[in-house]
């Protein structure tokens, strides 16, 4: 049996923002960071509200990489003003870390506040980057500061109801964020494409996404007001969210979630500077992720004659795009120095072989296999 999941009805395209017009008589508490606050993004949520008589609270102390001290901040704003309705607007760290704030209003209330009921709030993803997906996803990732380590909560109560996926609220990304963060959605697409619980439709998903990024990410890397660009960017991040929250991930994340910890890389170049690599150990040997990685090959026309064939074409491709947007194609190039590599190498691994991404790798995996990935990452 398996089972696809949709529940966040999207509301895209230019000016889809205007959807918070319908938001009438809620009380809203809006979760973000300094940085929108800043760039006056949070005003375009807050005019609307102000012009339909919706109250309104911003919580803007979040981080990027949340931690769990900022969740508790953020625990203690909802439970004071219980709001109907829960914006978060930002990139992933802003969504990630409201649905963090409300997955513990709920399940930890009693022992942290008190035990008075919070009714869950209408919740409604407003993402600025096109990358995480988060706006559709039962993930979060939380860092836990002292003890180094980024942890991914799941839980589909912190499913989105409403995502708004409007392309001017992405213009303005520089382009280097503007790469890791799409190279972060080829990567959600690349480990739904051969993930344990990929199906018919997560594979439809990840055909049109994966287009799409090959179509424009470059597009809106060297013209970030390509308004085009940018939307079927945003739709692209979306559309791999929806496929990896059903598919499952793989040992990128993992090995990224742990490489991004321990020498402060972002997550989707981590993601970025790891991914050949792992399409190299993911397809070694007879394996049914080769010939799906031949099968994607193909779909973008890129020669694929055998399955061989099919994933160097593949990792050709990335290599090429990663290229043409200055990624660092090793660990060492990403500026991390051999001394604390090598360090840090085992814990490292440790970590990763622990990560809730490890199970939906297609591969079953050792932590010498992810020493060797790491191995060979590094120098390349
Ligand atoms: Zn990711």
Redesign the pocket.
Known sequence: MNRFKEKTEIIHGIDAIKYLETLKGKRACIVTDTTMVKLKMVDKVTEVFSNNDVEYEVFSEVEPDPSFEIVHKGLKHIMKNKPKLLIAIGGGSAIDAAKAIMYFCIKMKENLIGTEEIPKPFFVAIPTTS??GSEVTSYSVITDKEKQTKIPIVDDLMVPDVAILDPNFTKTIPPAITADTGL?VL??CLEAYVAKNASDFTDALVEKAVTLVFQYLIKAYENGSDIEAREKLHNASCMAGIAFNNAGLGIN?SMAHSLGSYFKIP??RS?AILMTYIIAFNSSGDNKAKGKYAQLAKHMGLPSETDEQGVLSLIEAIKIMKQAMNIPATIEAAGVDSESFKRDLEAMSKMALKDICTAGNPKEVSKEDLINIYLQAYEG
Do not use: A, L, V
């Open positions: 990358g995480t972060d990567t959600h994340h997550h989707g993601n």
